[in-house]
């Protein structure tokens, strides 16, 4: 008797896989086909922009309890995917996941936990994004420096955003709210999944790219100007080689966003109220370069 199972089941999964072959697409409807997922961060910039290969675009939030992001910081990353890219149809899904009860975490643990929780990959016209909302800081933040990371991007759909640092960020401002931040940094690291600045997206005016912090801009007042903040010591050579060793253990990442910075760009040009930064025009240039709206 369970012979003929085990015959039984082994034949109807073979039968789909011949059909799907027939087709010429060689990849299994049983199997979750997770490669188109595992490439360098930018890489799908062209991808996430236009709809020539995907015409839908499915965002996966995986958020610890009590960290689900704002409904301003959702709204702001809403407009933003609108405004800059041709996608219309556009899924966010919300996943709650446990603390993984750590004090802090390493981009190789954050990449470890990806594995083990994300649910939504590419199918044959869908993009999945996914963006995890962490309740533990960045392994390396100085907190009494000043020298926090407030999100990550490090794969072409993986993005972390350390919600705990945000709101810690922002319960010592009375003018700028957790929503500002949160929406700041998630639209400032999706930039960098658009392939900002000459990360994916060759710049049209290559001038724009901030010699000191490489992927970033240097325009005032544009989303993508940040400082990138790799350990102590913020040279250029330093960043290269931390930059480096990150590549070299697998997990490189092209941007580590840094809480003063954010702070700095939320507080310019007002003293009254927080001003969520927009891309400037060689940005906007770049993206439509690129296959952008
Ligand atoms: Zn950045
Ligand atoms: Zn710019």
């Avoid at 290969?53 to 809403?78: C, H, S, W």
């Amino acid at each position: 008797m369970k012979k003929t199972g085990l015959l039984i089941l082994t034949l109807l999964l073979f039968i789909p896989t011949a059909c799907t072959k027939n087709n010429g697409d060689g990849s299994s409807a049983l199997r979750v086909d997770k490669s188109g997922n595992l490439l360098g961060t930018g890489d799908s910039a062209n991808d996430i922009l236009s709809n020539t290969n995907f015409n839908k675009l499915q965002v996966e939030i995986a958020y610890v309890t009590g960290f689900r992001p704002t409904i301003q910081a959702m709204a702001d990353f809403n407009d933003f995917l609108r405004e800059y890219t041709f996608k219309e149809d556009i899924e966010i899904i919300y996943t709650e996941l446990a603390s993984p009860n750590e004090e802090s975490l390493t981009l190789e643990e954050i990449d470890d936990l990806e594995q083990e929780n994300r649910t939504a990959y590419n199918t044959e016209d869908t993009l999945a994004i996914y963006i995890y909302f962490a309740d533990a800081p960045a392994d390396g933040d100085e907190e009494e420096e000043g020298l926090v990371t407030l999100g990550a991007v490090y794969r072409n759909t993986s993005m972390v955003i350390h919600g705990i640092t945000i709101r810690r960020l922002a319960a010592r401002s009375t003018i700028i709210s957790d929503g500002d931040i949160e929406g700041a940094t998630l639209n400032h690291e999706f930039g960098h999944l658009f392939g900002l600045v000459n990360l994916g997206t060759v710049p049209v005016n290559p001038d724009h790219e901030d010699t000191e912090a490489a992927n970033h801009c240097n325009v005032e007042g544009c989303l993508m100007r940040a400082e990138l903040q790799f350990g102590r010591v913020p040279t250029a050579k330093s960043r290269t080689l931390m930059a480096k060793s990150a590549y070299e253990a697998g997990i490189p990442s092209g941007c580590i966003l840094s809480g003063q910075m954010v702070m700095g760009l939320l507080h310019s040009n007002t003293g009254k109220a927080a001003i969520v930064p927009r891309l400037d025009a060689e940005c906007v240039l770049d993206l439509q370069s690129n296959g952008g709206r």
